[in-house]
Nanobody, 116 residues
Framework: QVQLVESGGGLVQPGGSLRLSCAASGIIFSIYTMGWYRQAPGKQRELVALITSTGHTNYPNSVKGRFTISRDNAKNTVYLQMNSLKPEDTAVYTC??????????WGQGTQVTVSS
């Protein structure tokens, strides 16, 4: 049974930082591309960060320079370090595991709220 469990969300003031974690089980973690996505109320889900099995990363312009994705294959965990947070970063953040010709797996999500 595949599980992706996110943690680290919460309430933070604008300009603050949060570190999200996503622990995976039931997959060969090291061969999967791992991604973080977010969905704000009334908006479509959007990609926040992606890291391939070889460590290549990809970010949209909206978070580039503020967010950093990393992975620890020994711990089957992917992280998202979020700095200089803005109110528009408020959303449910969800991690996923994807691989060509394989099923994509999703976590349950963790709420991030940026507000003073």
């Amino acid at each position: 049974q595949v599980q992706l469990v996110e943690s680290g969300g919460g309430l933070v003031q604008p300009g603050g930082s949060l570190r999200l974690s996503c622990a995976a089980s039931g997959i060969i973690f090291s061969i999967y591309t791992m991604g973080w996505y977010r969905q704000a109320p009334g908006k479509q889900r959007e990609l926040v960060a992606l890291i391939t099995s070889t460590g290549h990363t990809n970010y949209p312009n909206s978070v580039k320079g503020r967010f950093t994705i990393s992975r620890d294959n020994a711990k089957n965990t992917v992280y998202l370090q979020m700095n200089s947070l803005k109110p528009e970063d408020t959303a449910v953040y969800t991690c996923n595991a994807q691989r060509i010709s394989s099923q994509t797996y999703w976590g349950q999500g963790t709420q991030v709220t940026v507000s003073s």
